[in-house]
């Protein structure tokens, strides 16, 4: 089974920022990219750390510690020293929310 998790209202999320929120089982970061949602897990494939102090360059988030960039829409990595892609969660629109899939 799945949930649909509230994350923020629209108007909340101006292009190019995003939200952490936290489910039961995972911390994911909820990006704003030209006005399309994407959902990506909170942890750098490299060691673990959290992306969330990171920043945005074009459509990739930048680790804050070692550099390792990671496209937002498909989770790959995109720049070194990490190698493993970031695992994406469904986001939805219901009304003016901003929701994200914890999958089961």
Known sequence: MSNWINVAKTSDFLPGT???VDTDRV???VFNIDGK???IEN???HDG???AGGWLEGEDIVCPRHG????????????APAYEDLTT?????EGEMV???DQN
């Open 18 to 20: 995003w939200h952490a």
């Open 27 to 29: 911390s994911l970061l």
């Open 37 to 39: 949602f994407y959902a």
């Open 43 to 45: 942890l750098c494939t």
């Open 49 to 51: 750390g959290d992306l």
């Open 68 to 79: 390792a960039r990671f496209c937002v829409k498909t989770g790959a990595v995109t720049r």
């Open 89 to 93: 969660y469904p986001v939805r629109v």
């Open 99 to 101: 929701q994200v899939q």
